[in-house]
């Protein structure tokens, strides 16, 4: 078991950056795959990133490709993620996290751990 808390939501400007960070405990962080998804009102939940156990590689959703970084430290076991020129529609509830493996990485069967999310807010 993993357990996951995440920190860093709030509110930006359309323009502006947020960085989020996910803490784990538990098992030995590095053996995860992670990632991270968002949820805006009234919508599923969907992928935005995520990154191998070593840090080797990245994936991101097409809306996040060049705007958002997803980073890990396993010294500290923390997955970030940066996100810079936020747009207005994307207010959401950000949520971190883990799976032993994954197929794509991409949704959300593949993670039986979760975090409790933490929302970021775009004013225009």
């Known amino acids: 078991q993993v357990q996951l808390v995440e920190s860093g939501g709030g509110v930006v400007q359309a323009g502006g950056s947020l960085r989020l960070s996910c803490a784990a405990s538990?098992?030995?962080?590095?053996?995860?795959?992670m990632a991270w998804f968002r949820q805006a009102p009234g919508k599923e939940r969907e992928f935005v990133a995520s990154?191998?156990?070593?840090?080797?590689?990245?994936y991101y959703a097409d809306f996040a490709k060049g705007r958002f970084t997803i980073s890990r430290d396993n010294a500290k076991n923390t997955v970030d993620l940066q996100m810079n020129s936020l747009r207005p529609a994307e207010p959401a509830v950000y949520y971190c996290?883990?799976?032993?493996?994954?197929?794509?990485?991409?949704?959300?069967?593949?993670?039986?751990?979760w975090g409790q999310g933490t929302p970021g807010t775009v004013s225009s």
């Open positions: 990154i191998t156990w070593s840090g080797d590689n990245t």
């Open positions: 538990g098992r030995p962080f590095s053996s995860y795959h």
């Open positions: 996290a883990a799976a032993d493996t994954v197929v794509t990485g991409s949704t959300e069967a593949e993670y039986p751990f």
